[in-house]
């Protein structure tokens, strides 16, 4: 298993970024990525979750309406795509797939991570 | 939303050491929904148990989860170097979002 995301970002307050992450060694479908942030010199913030099968995303409260999930399940990859940034959203964003299947609608521990990609947003 | 609140903020310890690091949650978490994680500078965070008593693979027996109710504990029985580095805990399972404690950093005495 592995996930792979990519490189450095820089943008300004105001604009949108979009970040990728792969997978690959597995069934991408059958297991689900989530994010997770981490601001310079802070802890881990989970941001939200897809479901590479249907799409179906869910996030923390503090994200709705200005992050978007989706999933390309033709080339095995997630995207996030985070809207109208602002310098507190400087942070490392990391992908990462659950380590098993759980249920339908049950979620599991994060066991392979992604390697991470600096956003920097200012001005 | 469940609060995860970790103590100590550091601990510091000497190799060969046992620590002790406690998350304590502001509702009632099942101990098969709570993990931790080890997260050295400059790397992604690594899974090292979770459930009641599950090791992610490669995982040495020495790191062991315990805990119910709103009060968990991961113990390092004798600490090698490699083991200085954060610790998080995290909420999982059926209801997100699913939150992070804020970290214990176990530092070189």
């Known amino acids: 298993v592995q996930v792979d995301q990519s490189g450095t970002e820089v943008k300004e307050p105001g604009a949108s970024v979009k970040l990728s992450c792969k997978a690959s060694?597995?069934?991408?479908?059958?297991?689900?990525i989530h994010w997770v942030r981490q601001a310079p010199g802070q802890g881990l913030e989970w941001v939200g979750l897809?479901?590479?099968?249907?799409?179906?995303?869910t996030f923390a409260q503090k994200f709705q309406g200005r992050v978007t999930v989706t999933s390309d399940t033709s080339t095995s990859t997630v995207y996030m795509h985070l809207s109208n940034l602002r310098s507190e959203d400087t942070a490392v964003y990391y992908c990462a797939r659950e380590i098993t299947r759980g249920l339908p609608g049950t979620y599991r521990p994060l066991g392979y991570w992604g390697q991470g990609t600096l956003l920097t947003v200012s001005s | 939303e469940i609060v995860l609140t970790q103590s100590p903020g550091t601990l510091s310890l000497s190799p060969g050491e046992r620590a002790t690091l406690s998350c304590r949650a502001s509702q009632s978490v099942s101990s098969s929904q709570l993990a931790w994680y080890q997260q050295k500078p400059d790397q992604a965070p690594r899974l090292l148990v979770f459930g009641a008593s599950s090791r992610a693979t490669g995982i040495p027996d020495r790191f062991r989860a315990s805990g119910s109710g709103t009060d968990f504990t991961l113990t390092v029985s004798s600490l090698e170097p490699e083991d200085f580095a954060m610790y998080y805990c995290?909420?999982?399972?059926?209801?997100?979002?699913?939150?992070f404690g804020g970290g214990t950093k176990v530092e070189i005495k």
């Open positions: 995290q909420v999982y399972g059926s209801s997100p979002p699913f939150t």
């Open positions: 897809i479901d590479p099968n249907d799409g179906a995303t």
């Open positions: 060694g597995y069934t991408f479908t059958n297991y689900y």
